[in-house]
Nanobody, 122 residues
Framework: QVQPVESGGGLVQPGGSLRLSCTAP????????VGWYRQVPGKQRHLVAA???????MIHESVRGRFAISRDDTKCTVDLQMNSLKPEDTAVYYC????????????????WGPGAQVTVSS
């Protein structure tokens, strides 16, 4: 199983931007599908953005037009560029990957990394 490590979180003002990055000791870049997820206390973790190797992406409607997912297979990283951040984007963000698209879209993972806290506040 992939053991991802997320980085790039922090505190940002509303309207600001952050870029999250994800790496894994295993070859994240070898996986067909990768995704970013977020979770707030008391709620289930849910998919924010997913990307397949053929560049088909799925973006949650709440972040569409503001967030973008990308992968760099030469560096084995998966990034999430977040623009025009809103207070409701505050959450712990996680990444993960799998050979199967369905697993990524539905977040059916047995293990997760530590996540990256993103706080949007003035």
């Amino acid at each position: 199983q992939v053991q991802p490590v997320e980085s790039g979180g922090g505190l940002v003002q509303p309207g600001g931007s952050l870029r999250l990055s994800c790496t894994a000791p295993e070859n994240l870049c070898s996986l067909y599908a990768v995704g970013w997820y977020r979770q707030v206390p008391g709620k289930q973790r849910h998919l924010v953005a997913a990307l397949r190797r053929d560049n088909i992406a799925m973006i949650h409607e709440s972040v569409r037009g503001r967030f973008a997912i990308s992968r760099d297979d030469t560096k084995c990283t998966v990034d999430l560029q977040m623009n025009s951040l809103k207070p409701e984007d505050t959450a712990v963000y996680y990444c993960n990957g799998d050979p199967q698209w369905t697993v990524v879209v539905e977040g059916l993972f047995g293990s997760w990394g530590p996540g990256a806290q993103v706080t949007v506040s003035s």
